[in-house]
């Protein structure tokens, strides 16, 4: 059964810093990996798509990173600012065929001005 | 180009009644799944519709039961609702025939309380 975990569960910064918020899985057999924002009482925003062959994507200030056999993921966000704190997602497909997604329970992000 | 769209937003309902949540998915996309998120927690799979009929199922019971029209829009519907059915309920849309990457696309979400 796959497992996703997201670590830390919170994270609180000062505006402009670069972080870095992670996600494990415990089967590396998925089809593509996505990150998602999430603001309070919201639906989801997807930010990245790395599909299994891919090694890492890019859209503006978000970089995520992907190695499939050690089942880890990274979001790194340069030059953090008050409107990305949010609730960021992160889930994996497994490859089934179905596009069924299995989350993890979110890292919280604060960015203070 | 009008992105994933349920209703209602918001909806409260008292233990045993039955409740239906609609979904319309993103244009040109024709597999909505439906995924449930508990308070503080990911969502969790519920179920998952492609052309018309139920493909695969998440750990659910029988009280979950939904329905895909032929215009690809989806309806959740839950009988016999209990408290712990409190949470969001979000619509995802995905597939079509043109460049598939497999990237599922959600809506706002249906807050259902169960009082």
């Known amino acids: 059964k796959q497992e996703v975990t997201q670590i830390p569960a919170a994270l609180s910064v000062p505006e402009g810093e670069n972080l870095v918020l992670n996600c494990s899985f415990t089967?590396?057999?998925?089809?593509?990996l996505q990150w998602f924002r999430q603001d309070p009482g919201k639906g989801l925003t997807s930010l990245l798509l790395?599909?299994?062959?891919?090694r890492e994507q890019t859209s503006g200030r978000l970089n995520a990173s992907l190695d499939k056999s050690s089942g880890r993921s990274t979001l790194y966000i340069a030059a953090s600012q008050p409107g990305d704190s949010a609730t960021y997602l992160c889930?994996?497909?497994?490859?089934?065929?179905?596009?069924?997604?299995?989350f993890g329970t979110g890292t919280r992000l604060l960015v203070s001005p | 180009d009008a992105g994933v769209t349920q209703s209602p937003t918001h909806l409260i309902k008292t233990r045993g009644q039955q409740v239906t949540l609609r979904c319309s998915p993103k244009?040109?996309?024709?597999?909505v799944s439906w995924y449930q998120q508990a308070l503080g927690q990911g969502p969790q799979f519920i179920f998952q519709?492609?052309?018309?009929?139920?493909?695969q199922r998440g750990n659910f019971p029988d009280r979950f039961s939904g329905h895909q029209f032929p215009n690809y829009s989806s309806e959740l519907n839950v009988n016999a609702l209990l408290l712990g059915d409190s949470a969001l309920y979000l619509c995802?849309?995905?597939?079509?025939?043109?460049?598939?990457?497999?990237?599922?696309?959600f809506g706002e979400g249906s807050r259902l309380t169960v009082l």
């Open positions: 790395i599909q299994s062959s891919q």
């Open positions: 089967d590396s057999a998925i089809y593509n």
């Open positions: 244009s040109g996309h024709d597999t």
């Open positions: 995802a849309s995905s597939g079509g025939s043109l460049s598939n990457t497999g990237e599922l696309f």
């Open positions: 519709y492609y052309e018309e009929e139920e493909r």
């Open positions: 889930a994996v497909n497994m490859n089934t065929g179905f596009q069924k997604l299995v």
